[in-house]
């Protein structure tokens, strides 16, 4: 579902913007999660696997959709968090509570160890304890990630002259490219600091169609300011769309001020993709109520 974005600032430029509506696709495993996953879920049923095992932080979208379609799937689900202290404030954390209302089984590890997860040795050691399980890595981004990523795109969409997607492991904007056509531009919104992400994208992109706007972070991962949240508040007030404070306010924060300065020509057509995370929000609140800032408006 698109829907259009007739905001003043869009109708002075004379640009047509709409949002793709991904975090619509399912209540628990929305957005790019569910785009992530489905192909992953299909070869872990051909592999005969009934559990699997992914790695995530204290808010981790990607923990939360996991956990959800192991408890709708039928699978047994493993988290490896980062952070040992999170492990007695599973209930003060309402990423975590669900995922373990949602039968999820945690295993809290040290921020060094985390760093290990890509190592065989580390992995056997998981094997050793939880016994065999279909590995999804931290964020869920791999081959068949980016192949469900793909489908994001339909016939009707093809007539859009930038595509707009926020960026955290580059899962989903390779999934864009790849499926968007040659005279079509796709623009990353990174989520996070530094440029490391060019070569990531590189690994599964087809095609050279794209760049990254890193002007648009807020400081880094999970960084936010009191702009960015009256921007996310204001925007759902005057459109009736949620954004979440890590991934797609930045991006839309990122495509309005672009449209402002003129970068995109007068006519021109945008489609960004909600990819979801809004589970997020109440976490982030409890993060702002501390700070004393703004929260996030929610329902």
Request: glycine share 12%; hydrophobic share 35%.
């Amino acid at each position: 579902m698109n829907q259009e974005i007739p905001l003043d600032i869009v109708l002075r430029q004379g640009i047509r913007l709409e949002i793709k509506r991904d975090d619509l696709l399912h209540p628990f495993i929305s957005g790019n999660k569910f785009r992530k996953m489905k192909y992953n879920i299909h070869e872990a049923v051909k592999q005969e696997h009934h559990t699997l095992l992914t790695f995530g932080g204290a808010y981790s979208n990607h923990i939360a959709a996991v956990a959800a379609a192991g408890k709708e799937y039928g699978f047994r689900t493993i988290g490896i968090i980062r952070g040992e202290e999170l492990a007695e404030k599973v209930r003060e954390n309402p990423t975590l509570s669900f995922a373990e209302k949602s039968g999820m089984q945690f295993r809290f590890i040290s921020r060094s160890d985390f760093r290990e997860q890509h190592t065989a040795a580390f992995l056997d050691g998981l094997r050793n304890e939880f016994g065999s399980f279909y590995l999804l890595p931290e964020g869920g981004t791999n081959d068949l990630a980016v192949k469900g990523c793909e489908e994001i795109l339909n016939p009707g969409d093809k007539g859009f002259d930038y595509l707009c997607c926020a960026v955290g492991t580059g899962g989903t904007i390779s999934g864009l490219i790849n499926s968007s056509e040659k005279n079509q531009e796709v623009l990353g919104f990174p989520a996070l600091k530094g440029d490391f992400l060019t070569d990531d994208i590189r690994k599964f992109a087809h095609q050279d169609n794209w760049s990254l706007r890193q002007e648009f972070h807020f400081g880094g991962y999970a960084r936010v300011n009191e702009e960015l949240i009256r921007f996310i508040n204001d925007f759902r007030q005057k459109t009736g769309i949620p954004l979440d404070p890590v991934y797609t306010g930045k991006m839309m924060y990122g495509i309005l001020k672009l449209i402002d300065s003129g970068y995109f020509k007068s006519g021109a057509s945008i489609l960004a993709i909600h990819t979801g995370g809004l589970q997020g929000i109440p976490g982030m609140n409890t993060v702002l109520q501390k700070k004393h800032l703004p929260l996030i408006e929610q329902g």
